[in-house]
């Protein structure tokens, strides 16, 4: 492992690896994957228990009570206590959870946004394209691939989506410019797969 205690694919199926080894969300119950990823996304803050019922739950009151709360709670540290024995999840005893601060948590999603953020204050173009590239690597699929139950997933999930197409959109000027034209078309081809009526990038396909 690296300086981080904790890996999160979220990009395609969510895969969660720790140096005991690697847990997939075709191993856990979609609950407790949709309950650690929001914790994932929202470590840095204690998270009401309200909020984790509209999460969790939306306007299912009946099904959003503590005690199931506590319960998938519960399960989500057994399930991931196999690659994380200590303590994942934790409460401030006031009816709020956040994961350990003690965690170091690499998201692919965060590697993302800052690789795009790096290719664009580039001040070369080599320098542009290799982060473009690096981003468009990370994406291995659209986030959760296979929850699509929340609506907060799906308005992440629609956020990268469009990072995605504004990413290559941005790229792809720059590698027709330095005419490396097998990265123009794996990434028009990207493109098309995210955005199959957009114009340029059937436009660079072509060329």
């Not at 996304?41 to 309200?50: E, G, M, V």
Request: net charge negative; aromatic share 14%; charged share 25%.
């Amino acid at each position: 492992m690296t300086e981080f205690d904790v890996h999160v694919q979220a990009f395609g199926s969510l895969n969660i690896t720790t140096s005991h080894g690697t847990l997939s969300d075709v191993k856990v119950n979609k609950l407790s994957i949709r309950l650690i990823i929001y914790l994932v996304l929202n470590r840095y803050r204690l998270i009401p228990q309200d909020e984790l019922f509209h999460a969790l739950w939306g306007n299912d009151f009946e099904s959003g009570n503590s005690n199931n709360l506590r319960q998938l709670i519960a399960r989500a540290r057994k399930e991931i206590s196999p690659i994380y024995p200590n303590d994942f999840i934790i409460s401030d005893g006031d009816n709020r959870y956040r994961l350990s601060p003690d965690l170091k948590i690499h998201l692919d999603t965060d590697a993302f946004e800052a690789y795009f953020s790096k290719a664009r204050n580039a001040d070369f173009a080599d320098t542009k394209i290799a982060y473009f590239l690096k981003a468009i690597d990370l994406y291995k699929g659209h986030l959760l691939a296979a929850n699509t139950k929340d609506e907060w997933i799906e308005r992440t999930r629609t956020f990268y989506q469009m990072e995605l197409v504004n990413l290559i959109l941005d790229a792809l000027p720059l590698l027709y410019e330095r005419e490396d034209y097998e990265n123009l078309y794996s990434v028009s081809s990207r493109g098309i797969d995210i955005s199959p009526d957009h114009p340029s990038f059937h436009y660079y396909y072509l060329l």
